[in-house]
């Protein structure tokens, strides 16, 4: 079993910046990327940033030049920077990895979410 724990989240002021971090535990052999996603109240899920095992980075063109997404392997913990927010970027923000486990199955798992609020 795999869990990812978020931390970071918060309000604040439009231009402020905030840093999400999700770090994962349990039976981790292998993580073959991670990422974030967000879900406002009334809309789907979307996607935010990934990143691979090879730092191959991903952006919603929402968010390009605004977030960077990082990761420290050796501590299997993946980080949102978020600058220049916007009111728009209000949502629960998601963490989610590819895992490959002990056993060698690779599966898809989520964190419980995490708020972020940008007042305008």
């Known amino acids: 079993q795999v869990h990812l724990l978020e931390s970071g989240g918060g309000l604040v002021q439009t231009g402020g910046s905030l840093r999400l971090s999700c770090a994962a535990s349990?039976?981790?052999?292998?993580?073959?990327?991670m990422g974030w996603y967000r879900q406002a109240p009334g809309k789907q899920r979307e996607l935010v940033t990934t990143i691979t095992s090879r730092e191959n980075t991903n952006y919603a063109d929402s968010v390009k030049g605004r977030f960077t997404i990082s990761r420290d392997a050796a501590k299997n913990t993946v980080y949102l920077q978020m600058d220049s927010l916007k009111p728009e970027d209000t949502a629960v923000y998601y963490c989610?990895?590819?895992?490959?486990?002990?056993?060698?199955?690779?599966?898809?798992?989520w964190g419980q979410g995490t708020q972020v609020t940008v007042s305008s």
């Open positions: 349990g039976s981790i052999f292998s993580i073959k990327a």
């Open positions: 989610n990895a590819v895992v490959v486990d002990g056993r060698g199955s690779m599966d898809l798992y």
